[in-house]
């Protein structure tokens, strides 16, 4: 078992080179029309109503990620290193990355603005700032790391395909719920706290790994170390500020989300090469944390 998994997450990331399946063969893609369904179908008005459809909504989605994985957990290894492939996105979140750096790099302030909005954050990207746009992007990458790379394997490596597609349906549910405004702020709140729930491993995982990568992406790994442990807890997330407080030490940067956080004061303002630097630290990162992750799991199979 333990060498069967390791031989379908090897598969899966070797498939990520490849791109994405089609929108309408993709399982993150169902997972979202299917949590999108169930959002028109909430009636609740008041909190207790709206928690109830809520949990019940994030629970059956789960469920049913769960026994679609479960099925497909009976199939040959590398049918399985197929179906992991579809719940991660490495190759998708570094090439959003860097779609922002070059527009950035071309002085196209409008472009990165709009890249960044369309590829990697929720928010209004309108009236940031070139060097706010970079510390966006650089933010994202960070945690991203951990959500979209880091964590689907940990939790496959942990559980298999069930856990996994569990696990990738709840980060879909968080993405899409997990707002604190009054139509969502209790609807939204049983698959944010479960997908804190389920990257907390991963997160500080991430951030170790940032932390020894640094060095050999010629960073400054004491400082990644020092701005983690002093700096992580600083966002409004318990995962969030693990991998991008190490990733702003290890950088020398400032990374501020107005009105939110300010990871690393001391540092300078991030700009379009501080992108492709961070993109270097994201590889020798996961260069790291897979083959911990395999290792790890073997040595208990």
């Known amino acids: 078992m333990g060498r069967s998994r390791s031989a379908a997450v090897l598969l899966a990331l070797a498939l990520d080179c490849l791109g994405e399946p089609p929108t309408r063969a993709h399982p993150v893609a169902w997972m979202g029309n299917l949590l999108g369904w169930m959002r028109r179908r909430w009636r609740g008005q008041v909190a207790g109503t709206q928690l109830a459809e809520g949990v019940f909504g994030w629970g059956v989605g789960a469920g049913l990620a769960a026994g679609v994985g479960g099925l497909a957990a009976r199939l040959p290894w590398y049918v399985q290193g197929a179906v992991l492939k579809t719940l991660l996105s490495r190759r998708a979140l570094f090439g959003a990355v860097a779609e922002v750096g070059a527009a950035l790099e071309a002085d196209d302030l409008t ?8 590829h990697l954050v929720s928010r209004n990207t309108q009236d940031l700032s070139a060097s706010e746009v ?6 994202s990458l960070s945690e991203n790391l951990s959500d979209s790379v880091v964590a689907p394997i940990t939790a496959f490596r942990l559980g298999g395909l069930p856990l996994s597609a569990a696990y990738r349906l709840t980060n879909t549910a968080d993405a899409m719920w997990g707002y604190r405004t009054p139509e969502l702020e209790y609807a939204g709140k049983a698959a944010a706290k479960a997908d804190d729930l389920l990257n907390l491993a991963p997160a500080r995982l991430t951030a170790v790994c940032a932390v020894a990568a ?21 966002t409004s997330s318990p995962n969030a500020g693990h991998p991008m ?8 940067l400032r990374l501020e989300k107005r009105g939110q ?3 690393n004061p001391g540092g300078r303002e991030p700009d379009a090469q501080d992108i492709w630097r961070a993109l270097r630290l994201a590889r020798w990162t996961l260069a790291l ?4 992750l395999l290792v790890h799991r073997r040595q208990h199979a």
């Open 134 to 139: 970079a510390a966006a992007a650089i933010e």
């Open 111 to 118: 472009e990165a603005r709009r890249l960044l909005s369309w």
């Open 289 to 292: 944390a897979v083959p911990l």
């Open 245 to 252: 407080s190490a990733f702003a030490g290890a950088l020398g």
């Open 261 to 263: 956080y300010v990871l």
């Open 214 to 234: 640094s060095r050999l992406a010629g960073l400054d790994a004491q400082a990644a170390f020092t701005v983690w442990r002093r700096d992580a807890r600083l």
